[in-house]
């Protein structure tokens, strides 16, 4: 399914393939363009597990989501967000409790403007253009005061670290949210890595410079320093698949698939 979003990108980033388009598209969505699905199908050809990389990746979303409502936290900023509407993840938690609330953050203007053609403003979600960098500025956004109560604990996303170059210091990015937010808040993470033989992953990364957002895979050990400051719950830093997989829908056949993303859900004590 492709959607015609010329009304919705008037004067931006038609011609330029983007990640979030593009891992809506693998996902079957209305979302892209053709510059998207055409970077997305070069991929996909040196990468035939793509597809199931971006459905791992909102499982994970959907199994952390769902245990920030059952533990009691019901507000969440997304920093890096993408288009917000590709993930599902804001329907999830506000069907699980209504009261949740959501305030999504991009820098990019191309994933801000289809995030508020897509999203908006509904008094439950809000979209927020700022740099994920600059944790003060984003925390205290009249917008995001207006939605969350940062007193209390908060849920931080953070899906697009892997898109952070290390002169950015993504580490220190999210010590500056950690040391803001209220005790009992939670860090839920996903990174990109090459520790383990992905097949196609080098070539995919590669092909992904040809959008304006390069890929940084790291280690295990420089993803486990972002997550300082934070109870990892069990079973610590894994590959995405393997947090808490509730059924065959949230694995992938190719073993090498469900470790190319590590995952982690941290809470500040």
Known sequence: MTGDLHGVLPEIGMGTSHPARMHDYWLGGGHNTAADRELAEQIMK?????????????????????????????????????????????????????DSRMVCVDSDPIA????????????????????????????????????LDIDKPICLIAPMLHFIPDEWGPARMLAAYRDRLAAGSYLVLLHVTTDFDVPGLAGAIELYHRTQFRV?????????????????????????????????????????????IYAAVGRKP
């Open 112 to 147: 801000i403007a289809l995030a508020e053609e897509l999203l908006g403003s509904t008094g439950q979600s809000a979209v927020l253009r700022g740099d994920p960098r600059d944790a003060d500025g984003i925390l205290d956004a009249e917008l995001t005061r207006s939605l």
């Open 46 to 98: 040196v990468m035939p597990g793509i597809e199931d990389v971006a459905r791992l990746n909102q499982s994970f979303l959907r199994r952390a989501g769902l245990h920030m409502i059952e533990s009691g936290v019901n507000q969440f900023l997304d920093i890096g967000s993408g288009v917000p509407m590709v993930s599902g993840l804001q329907g999830i938690v506000q069907r699980a409790d209504p």
């Open 216 to 260: 940084h895979p790291r280690t295990r050990a420089e993803v486990a320093r972002m997550c300082a400051g934070f109870e990892l719950l069990e079973p610590g830093l894994v590959g995405f698949a393997e947090w808490r997989p509730e059924g065959p829908g949230d694995v992938s056949t190719n073993p090498e698939i469900n470790k190319a």
